[in-house]
């Protein structure tokens, strides 16, 4: 009995392959910060090839990531793009519903901004300023941490404008989102000594994490690591569910996954800041213009180098299944992977795209085209 229903599942799997066999194009989900890249390799490769230009959707990363990872076959995708990496829960997701192999590909990077209007005074701001400005949770007068009492600029710190706080920005299911709230919030928050040594507490330090958090007056944060991690909770746990979390009062309003309705509503509203790419940036600066942050613009060079903290790596990642089922899609990677698109001269980085450096792309480009499987 048990070979029998090894069997009906083998050929399940099979069936389920087979049958994106009914589908002739590739269908491409995921980030809308890849998006744009994704289009413009899908329309050059429809052009210059005899398949067809492939379907690019904008689903956010952690939406694309949940189409991809419901199966196998002709109704999920083949291929998700995502601008951070993907997480061991939804790689866990993949292996139980039967998407075992997957290539991960990463394309290059990109910086989160943090942009007003062309004309508006262009912010300078530090990461604690952008966490004291949009976390949920923030230092009260005590010490302890206070649902985030700031209304303008101002109350966040003395040198900045007395305008409201207004910032447009995407849904949680966009790996903007994620990044934003690791990179800039969290970022942020590590400024604050309690919660620096907060982080830095492992979990053989039980009694110390509990002074800090009563401290810090963030017991429920505390629980909420162990539930999840039990003994292995560490202090950088609590720091992550504290220093991510967004305020939900108004002051952040979700502004779903078109960045260009964000940058359309900048434009009409000079006072409001917005979250998207450095690559969208980069191709509205007509009308948008990047806020400094800790010293430094969000330029091509500076996140290049490193000195703009706030970027983030870009990947896209393929159903080695559907590979020989659905047409192109091999040839779509390497397509998308070869210097004339993301090397350091390729076309794609005329697009905003911050290329890897040669080492890096090199082993990128070689375990691409090999079709290495991804391990976590």
Known sequence: ???????????ASVANVSNATARDSISVVGSSTVYPFATVVAERFGKATDFKAPKVESTGSGGGLK?????????????????????????????????????????????????????????????????????????????KLIDNPNKTWR?????????????????????????????????????????????????DQAEEIAAVV??????????????????????????????????EDGAYIEAGENDNLIVNKLVANPNALGIFGFSFLDQNSDKVQGSIIDGNAP??????EGSYKVSRPLYFYVKKAHIGTVPGIQEYLNTFVSEDTIGPDGYLIDKGLIPLGDDAYIDMSSGAKALKNLAL
Do not use: H
């Not at 009563?214 to 539930?227: D, N, R, Y």
């Open 1 to 11: 009995m048990k070979k029998l229903i090894l069997g009906l599942v083998a050929a």
């Open 67 to 143: 189409l991809f990872c419901k199966g196998v076959g002709v109704a999920t995708p083949d291929i998700t793009n995502s601008s951070r990496r993907i997480k061991s829960g939804e790689f866990e997701d993949c292996q139980k519903n039967g998407v075992k192999e997957i290539v991960e590909v990463l394309i290059g990077y990109d910086g989160i901004v943090l942009a007003n209007a062309k004309g508006a005074a262009p912010m300078q701001l530090s990461r604690k300023d952008i966490y004291m400005a949009l976390a949920k949770m923030v230092p009260g007068p005590d010490g």
């Open 214 to 247: 009563k401290k810090l007056g963030i017991e429920s944060a505390w629980a909420a690591a162990v539930k999840k991690k039990g003994d292995k909770a560490k202090g950088k746990d609590v720091v992550k569910i504290i220093g991510r979390s967004v305020r």
């Open 155 to 203: 109350d966040v710190n003395a040198a900045l404008p007395a305008t409201k706080i207004e910032v447009l920005g995407p849904p949680p299911t966009s790996g903007t989102r994620d990044a934003f709230a690791e990179l800039a919030l969290e970022g942020g928050a590590r400024e604050v000594e309690e919660i620096a040594k907060l982080r830095g507490l492992k979990a």
């Open 299 to 304: 330029t091509f060079d500076a996140i290049a």
